[in-house]
């Protein structure tokens, strides 16, 4: 069976109570599959940013595009799948250790340039941020001593060098700007 191909589409919302909602059920009424999402507060005040991951092909990564234009919070959409991009996830870990086991955990961690940052009797939290094959290949590492719970936020992502996925230049009020605009700023 071939891998599922996977986009990485970042959105401008309106920052409004039942955005998320609303957005969310228009992929669940489509059948579309967000395999991560994470919001969180933009550059500009009043709009928050989406970072999605959208599991299918070109075909279902259009229609995704079109059906959150058609949503009245959406003030822009970007597939930066094929950009040049940063992408990063952070997680959180906690493993069981013991006084035997801690040096060895340690080790691991410094290894991957995680932080230690709770530690109790018999266990610890780690953080970890990366790329997506980095916090997997940490939870791999850590799961022979016991994994407690892990918390992961998705994928967040931000395109290379000057350009932006932010609003339009010469608009003066992002927050009310009807028009979508699909083009990236230099």
Same mark, same amino acid.
């Given at each position: 069976?071939?891998?599922?191909?996977?986009?990485?589409?970042?959105?401008?919302?309106?920052?409004?109570?039942?955005?998320?909602?609303?957005?969310?059920?228009?992929?669940?009424?489509?059948?579309?599959?967000?395999?991560?999402?994470?919001?969180?507060?933009?550059?500009?005040?009043?709009?928050?940013?989406?970072?999605?991951?959208?599991?299918?092909?070109?075909?279902?990564?259009?229609?995704?595009?079109?059906?959150?234009?058609?949503? !009245?919070? #959406?003030?822009?959409?970007? /597939?930066?799948?094929?950009?040049? =991009?940063? &992408?990063?996830?952070?997680?959180? +870990? *906690?493993?069981?250790?013991?006084?035997?086991?801690?040096?060895?955990?340690?080790?691991?961690?410094?290894?991957?340039?995680?932080?230690?940052?709770?530690?109790?009797?018999?266990?610890?939290? !780690?953080? #970890?941020?990366?790329?997506? /094959?980095?916090?997997?290949?940490? =939870?791999? &590492?850590?799961?022979?001593?016991? +994994? *407690?719970?892990?918390?992961?936020?998705?994928?967040?992502?931000?395109?290379?060098?000057?350009?932006?996925?932010?609003?339009?230049?010469?608009?003066?009020?992002?927050?009310?700007?009807?028009?979508?605009?699909?083009?990236?700023?230099?």
């Amino acid at each position: 069976m071939a891998p599922v191909e996977t986009h990485t589409i970042t959105a401008l919302v309106q920052d409004r109570p039942g955005v998320l909602a609303r957005i969310a059920g228009m992929f669940s009424r489509r059948g579309f599959n967000i395999s991560n999402l994470a919001v969180g507060h933009s550059e500009t005040p009043g709009l928050s940013r989406m970072t999605f991951v959208a599991e299918g092909d070109e075909w279902v990564v259009e229609q995704v595009m079109k059906q959150l234009y058609k949503l !009245i919070d #959406v003030v822009q959409v970007y /597939d930066i799948t094929a950009e040049n =991009i940063v &992408l990063r996830e952070l997680a959180l +870990l *906690k493993v069981r250790s013991t006084a035997e086991s801690r040096p060895e955990i340690m080790q691991i961690v410094d290894i991957f340039r995680a932080n230690i940052v709770d530690v109790a009797k018999d266990a610890l939290v !780690i953080e #970890v941020t990366g790329d997506e /094959d980095k916090v997997d290949a940490l =939870i791999q &590492l850590l799961q022979p001593f016991g +994994l *407690k719970e892990v918390m992961r936020t998705g994928r967040i992502a931000m395109s290379r060098g000057a350009n932006t996925t932010g609003p339009r230049k010469g608009v003066k009020d992002a927050v009310n700007q009807s028009a979508p605009d699909t083009e990236v700023v230099p």
